[in-house]
């Protein structure tokens, strides 16, 4: 069945050259996750959740409550699927083409468009494009295209603490109360400054 269009020609060629235009400066289409489980894969992602937890004991550098590493693991324990992509797509080779996560909890809540810091670049090993389920706080299985099977397991590993990473901060600036100290009040900077 073809459908006809309203447009003149000229108006219907133009319109579909502006889509192949925007979709050519933005990088195309965003990738998706394959559907080939690589259970290797979500023992590298709870290897990595745990470096990260693990380092919120008595890390000089980032003042943490001492219930952070617990509260982390509970956040964990709401999340049931998370799927990294490149926010431009594949094509796109600027510095801005990060990686973007979106995650669905276990109430079916859809967090989307979580930023990364990691930028998707296609030289060298390809971006880590990956969906992973999530049970009782651990990555249960992980699904791609098989991509990372062509390097080295140690060549997943910056995508990886770059996807974790995103994880933990999603729970830290939705509940910072419940990550750091408040901040401190005017009359408390005031205080310190008359030592």
């Not at 049931?80 to 431009?88: F, L, Q, V």
């Not at 990364?116 to 706080?137: A, K, N, W």
Request: charged share 25%; hydrophobic share 35%.
């Amino acid at each position: 069945m073809r459908v006809m269009s309203s447009l003149p020609p000229s108006r219907v060629l133009l319109s579909s050259l502006s889509i192949l235009l925007l979709a050519a400066c933005t990088g195309g289409a965003r990738e998706t996750p394959g559907d080939e489980a690589n259970p290797r894969l979500a023992e590298l992602i709870n290897e990595s959740l745990d470096r990260h937890i693990g380092g919120m004991h008595g890390n000089p550098r980032d003042v943490l409550l001492p219930g952070a590493p617990e509260q982390a693991r509970a956040w964990l324990g709401k999340l049931r699927a998370a799927t990294t992509g490149c926010r431009n797509g594949p094509r796109d080779e600027s510095r801005y083409n990060t990686f973007q996560y979106e995650l669905v909890l276990a109430d079916g809540t859809r967090i989307g468009e979580v930023p990364g810091h990691r930028r998707c670049t296609y030289e060298g090993p390809l971006p880590l494009i990956m969906q992973v389920t999530f049970e009782d706080g651990r990555a249960v299985q992980a699904y791609t295209d098989g991509r990372e099977r062509r390097q080295l397991p140690d060549a997943a590993l910056p995508d990886i603490d770059a996807f974790t990473l995103a994880l933990l901060r999603v729970d830290q600036q939705r509940h910072p109360e419940l990550y750091r100290p408040p901040a401190p009040t005017a009359a408390q900077i005031e205080e310190q400054w008359k030592r």
